[in-house]
Each structure stands twice: as C-alpha cells, then as structure tokens.
C-alpha cells in the first residue's frame, strides 16, 4: 500500500478483555516496530520485526502483550485482559531498511481506551 | 543502552520567526543516525529530517536546520520562517544499527499568528 496502515483507528474495551490491533505495512518493507505513547507522552518500543522473526521484544510490558507477523506483510499486535494502563495510542511503524537507519514510516495509530 | 533527552516540554513562536528546539542524547555506539519526527493533532507522525553521524555537514531539509555537535552529544533543529502548519509535537529520535530507535518525550510547540 501507499503507507502504513492501522486498524481500527480507535477502540474502545471493557477491563479484562482481549483486543487485536492490526498493521499493515508498506509493501516491500522488511522491518516493522511497534511503540507505545501514552497521552503527551514519548514513544515507547514495544517489539521489532525482521521479516516474520521478532529479533527484539524487550519492550513488551508483561506478558499480556504479544505480536506476530505473517512474512514481511501484515502483523497483529494481541492484548490479553486488558487493563487501564494499557490505554494509549499504539503506533506501528516500518522501514525498508533493516537497521531503520533511514527513518521510519508511521502509521496514524490505534488509539485504545480501556474502561 | 541509549538515551534521548528533549528538556522543554512546549515552545512557542511568533509566525515567521525562528525557533530552536533542543535534544540531548547518549551512546556509546560510534556508528548512529539522529533523527527529528513531527506529530501534529491529526497523530500521523512524519520524518522531517535525518542526520548520520559520521557525517560533519549539518542537514538541512528547506525551512530546517540541524546543529549537531557531535562531542557535546547535542542534537537542535532549527525552524526558520515558523508557519502555523508547523504546530506540533517534535521528537527526536537517535538509531544505533540495532532496529529500533530511541525517542525523546517531545516538545510541544505552537506557533502564534
């Protein structure tokens, strides 16, 4: 596709649910990262891809959180038992290059209220 | 393990004037990238400018400007010529060949008409 894409755009869950949060990437791009932002806050790193392999989890919180990706293509971001904390925008990015050396391409984010 | 500080939170500017915004940061990989995203309310985050660290040269994508000061660890972009289209989040973000990149918390800045 032209850019990043995230869906859905917002969602809103009840405490104790599971939700799914999809990206599909810029096709062609290996790499794809996932970052958490809490409001008016910076970025937080979640999980990093190279292809269908995840090289770098370090930044899952617990392990409620976990991701998968199908090839260089579309990857889902899970979230069990949800709880307020997990409220924020998730933001999915991708890159060309492996290294992410020459910047990432964002998409607009899920914005997840939990309540 | 990196660190990237951003130590104002919010700036403002007068339309048409310039502004500095700053960014500190810390590594001890020789080999890096520097980069400054824009995130303004429609919370599309977009790359404005890139700087590799071997290089001296200062980048400069049109109305932006970095000064990078590489012994000082010292990242700024400058915005001359400030447009109201230019209000937004800016973060800096550093990359060291590892995959990810570290961001700073952001500044906020708004320009005034």
């Known amino acids: 596709g032209a850019g990043v894409s995230q869906s859905p755009s917002n969602k809103v869950t009840e405490k104790g649910k599971d939700v799914e949060l999809r990206c599909d990437p810029i096709s062609g791009h290996t790499a794809l990262y996932w970052y958490r932002q809490r409001l008016g806050q910076g970025l937080e790193f979640l999980i990093y891809f190279q292809g269908n392999s995840a090289p770098d989890k370090s930044g899952l919180p617990s392990d409620r959180f976990s991701a998968e990706r199908t090839g260089e293509s579309v990857s889902t971001l899970t979230i069990q038992r949800t709880q307020q904390e997990d409220s924020a925008v998730y933001l999915c990015a991708s890159s060309l290059v492996r290294t992410g050396n020459y910047g990432y391409t964002f998409g607009s984010g899920t914005r997840l209220t939990v309540v | 393990a990196q660190t990237v500080t951003q130590s104002q939170p919010e700036m403002s500017v007068q339309e048409a004037e310039t502004v500095t915004l700053s960014c500190t940061y810390d590594t001890s990989e020789s080999n890096y990238y520097l980069f400054w995203y824009k995130q303004p309310p429609s919370r599309q985050m977009i790359l404005v400018i890139r700087?590799?660290?071997?290089?001296?040269q200062n980048a400069t994508e049109n109305r932006f400007s970095v000064n990078f000061q590489k012994a000082a660890k010292s990242f700024s972009l400058k915005i001359s010529d400030s447009q109201l289209g230019d209000t937004a989040m800016y973060f800096c973000a550093l990359n060291t060949n590892a995959g990810k990149s570290t961001f700073g918390d952001g500044t906020t800045l708004t320009v005034k008409p």
């Open positions: 700087q590799e660290a071997y290089k001296q």
